[in-house]
């Protein structure tokens, strides 16, 4: 059970994964998905070395995809690689959602990326929002969606729009949303999904899962929270900050901090005035 911190969550600045190796992750997040680097390699500070309680130094590579950001971290001290048995009920599993144009395009671009779906893209159900959604792996093993939603076919040049939301896989969904609505999001109107499309798009047999939004104060990405009923996803051991699993969602808000909800995934908050 985490400690539900005296703090309030008012958008999210980046997300930030965790590699073994800096360079081909950046590579695969440069030449298939066109995200583009922000600045050089920086070193991570010691003070946010010491808030995810990681000795040693680490070093980052921050990406744009549209507007949003993302940061990848290699640490001299490397944790554990992604368990190979995390499917997509388990609750370490964190997929970031990137809005694409044409999901045909991107879906070609990935060459021998590790697909999760089975055959391909698979359009939803307006029940389930209607999208079309293809799910796969990073060369780490971190998951990945594409989401192509409806009407939106214009002719931009880049292959990622935005990072629309991070997903994240939970126990319990009525007492994981109640968890961050204490800290400032506002839930959202939630779908259950089910039904063949979702079964190809997720590789797991029978499912059914609650997806539920909590959104920011601020105009930002959000937080999806998807709560299996079935199949049921396993637990498994407690993440450290430099495990590849332990991808940290980064948050404005009041006061400075790392925070570990139910389920066991990352946030770090970073003090800031709310606009």
């Not at 997903?167 to 089910?194: C, K, M, W």
Request: aromatic fraction near 6%.
């Amino acid at each position: 059970m985490p400690h539900q911190l005296d703090v309030q969550l008012y958008g999210i600045t980046r997300f930030n994964l965790v590699t073994q190796d800096l360079e081909r992750l950046v590579a695969f997040y440069r030449s298939v998905l066109g995200m583009a680097p922000i600045g050089t390699e920086e070193a991570v500070a010691p003070s946010e070395m010491a808030l995810l309680g990681l000795s040693g130094a680490g070093r980052r590579q921050r990406l744009a995809a549209g507007g949003q950001h993302l940061a990848i971290d290699q640490f001299t001290a490397p944790g554990r690689p992604y368990p190979e048995t995390g499917d997509a009920a388990s609750l370490c599993f964190q997929h970031l959602a990137l809005v694409v144009v044409d999901i045909a395009a991107a879906f070609a671009r990935l060459g021998d990326a590790t697909p999760i779906s089975i055959n391909g893209p698979q359009q939803l159900p307006e029940s389930s929002g209607g999208v079309r959604a293809f799910k796969f792996r990073d060369p780490d093993g971190h998951p990945l969606e594409f989401l192509q939603f409806p009407g939106h076919s214009d002719r931009s040049e880049a292959l990622i729009r935005r990072i629309d939301h991070s997903a994240i896989s939970v126990a319990d969904v009525d007492e994981s949303a109640a968890f961050y609505a204490n800290l400032g999001l506002s839930p959202g109107p939630r779908t259950l999904n089910q039904g063949p499309e979702q079964e190809r798009l997720d590789a797991l047999p029978a499912v059914q899962v609650d997806v539920a939004p909590m959104n920011p104060r601020n105009p930002s990405p959000h937080l999806e929270l998807l709560g299996y009923r079935t199949p049921r996803g396993t637990r498994g051991p407690e993440r450290s900050a430099n495990d590849v699993a332990s991808t940290r969602v980064v948050w404005r808000g009041t006061g400075d901090s790392l925070l570990r909800d139910w389920d066991g995934h990352l946030h770090q908050i970073q003090s800031e005035q709310q606009p």
